[in-house]
């Protein structure tokens, strides 16, 4: 199935263009124009979204949950056309795209059965207690409601699971909020598609043509006027710490200030406790490879960082460097974050007391893998060592002692994820780490390697500040539905005024 962009919005049910255009810059295959959003489209897009919130917001589970299997069919109805564009657009290989494509439609089947369900609304109960003395207890229920109007800002790195129709997005609608895009200018002929499949949903399920509303390109005051509007009332981000920063900043600046849920990176550390590391710290350093160089690196847990004994430290870079040499040149998303990757390579070569372990050429959009090294005390007094490089670039920091290993743990700053590379011998010390950890990530594992996160009842895929900006919430899994979601108490309500789903 080929397909052809025709670069139009979709807002409220129809698809505008504006005169602006932008052109796409491709990896491979042709480029495509495209209408550029502006401020008028934000505020035409935001209106129908607290239009449709009075019907969609108050619809039934059954109806929501029927909603977002629609969309996923769609999807798949489309899903030759989707790996086509994706792939011309991003460079991602195609079995990638696929791979990502049934995350994307997984994930809202499972929030389409867990609304289904209902255990997400936390519903509570307190009976009235008219003869209680000194006072009575009025008649109390409790459940989640949604908020409003969404904001969701596609993400670079992953065109489906986390940009037109992905996690933020479906969480929302789950939830019962109605939805505007601000599309990723890396892919806009894929959010275009994928725009497509919910438009198709909507119609089919008889929805107002407010709940999902696409805004292509545009400059910065487009996201600006997003985040700012009125009736909007969270946002969703992926992306960098400086843009996700900057929109975080505006969202506490509003009249209304409203949360803002950006998840902007984490370098992810490996701890290699010492048995472990003696025992099969060279499988651990190539199962590091193969985690720090899949998709180019261009994941937001990719492994950077890998904490390893001095007297381990050799045997386990040369394994890691050995590893990395066959990597060939992979394709960056776009020429920009190729650009950043070189810069962030340029800077950790930099730093005080690193040494090159494995460096290669890469050039223009191409990211070949780099391997650096650096004592525990240098890591520590150079801040900008634990600052996230989006890319395949590894950097091995060595320790004297699990004493050290501890002091580096307490100086990290928030992470999506933390990693312990222990065997049985291991345990003492990785209770003692176990602590430290958990208040610095969100995820903690054991002998494994962060890259692919399961999208389930229990993931948490945030953590402390920079990783993410609100520390109690998580944007993959079933619980990321709460993120657009707030609780209301009815007091001595009747049962027949009260919603249905507390009844």
């Known amino acids: 199935m080929t397909f052809t962009p025709h670069g139009k919005h979709l807002i409220a049910g129809e698809w505008v263009s504006t005169d602006a255009v932008f052109a796409s810059e491709p990896a491979h295959g042709p480029a495509h124009d495209f209408s550029v959003g502006n401020v008028d489209l934000v505020e035409r897009a935001c209106t129908a979204a607290e239009d449709a919130f009075w019907s969609f917001g108050y619809s039934i589970r059954a109806d929501r949950s029927a909603f977002l299997n629609a969309i996923a069919d769609e999807i798949d109805a489309r899903g030759d056309a989707i790996t086509q564009i994706g792939s011309q657009e991003t460079g991602l290989p195609e079995a990638r795209l696929i791979g990502e494509r049934g995350r994307t439609t997984g994930q809202l089947r499972l929030f389409a059965s867990h609304i289904s369900a209902g255990d997400y609304l936390d519903r509570r109960f307190d009976a009235a207690l008219p003869d209680r003395a000194p006072l009575p207890r009025p008649d109390l229920r409790m459940i989640q409601r949604p908020i409003g109007p969404v904001a969701v800002f596609g993400a670079s790195n992953f065109p489906l699971a986390f940009s037109t129709a992905g996690g933020d997005t479906a969480a929302a609608l789950a939830a019962g909020c109605p939805v505007v895009v601000k599309g990723h200018s890396a892919h806009p002929g894929t959010g275009e598609i994928v725009a497509e499949a919910i438009h198709a949903a909507i119609q089919k399920c008889g929805l107002h043509g407010g709940v999902f509303s696409l805004i292509q390109g545009g400059k910065r005051d487009v996201g600006t006027a997003l985040v700012q509007h009125p009736l909007i009332k969270a946002v969703g981000f992926t992306g960098s710490l400086a ?33 472990a590391g003696s025992n099969r710290g060279t499988d651990i350093a190539a199962g590091w490879a193969a985690s720090l160089t899949m998709g180019a690196g261009q994941f937001c847990t990719n492994p950077g960082i890998a904490v390893v004994l001095a007297d381990q430290a050799d045997e386990f870079a040369a394994a890691a460097a050995q590893a990395l040499e066959p990597t060939g040149a992979q394709t960056m998303l776009t020429d920009g974050i190729a650009a950043a ?49 989006f890319g395949p670039l590894g950097l091995i ?37 176990l602590p430290v950890l958990e208040r610095k990530a969100g995820r903690v594992l054991a002998n494994g390697f962060p890259t692919g996160v399961e999208v389930s009842d229990t993931m948490v895929h945030g953590g402390p500040y920079p990783a993410s900006t609100n520390f109690g919430a998580t944007s993959v899994g079933t619980l990321s539905i709460r993120r657009f979601l707030r609780p209301v108490c009815y007091q001595n309500i009747p049962a027949d005024v009260l919603p249905d789903d507390l009844v």
Do not use: K
Request: charged share 25%.
């Open 243 to 275: 843009g996700g920063r900057a929109l975080f900043d505006l969202c506490a600046q509003r009249p209304e200030p409203i949360p803002f849920f950006g998840e902007l990176g984490s370098v992810n550390p490996m701890f290699i406790l010492p048995n």
């Open 341 to 389: 990757y070189r810069d962030g390579r340029d800077r950790v070569a930099a730093g005080a007391g690193v040494r090159d372990v494995l460096t290669t050429t890469c050039d223009l959009r191409n990211a070949t893998p780099y391997l650096f090294r650096v004592s525990g005390a240098d890591w520590i007094d150079n801040h900008v060592l634990a600052e996230e490089v």
């Open 397 to 433: 920091v060595t320790v004297d002692s699990v004493d050290e290993m501890d002091a580096i743990a307490r100086s990290l700053v928030g992470q999506l994820t933390c990693t312990i590379h222990m065997d049985d011998a291991d345990a003492t010390d990785a209770r003692r780490l």
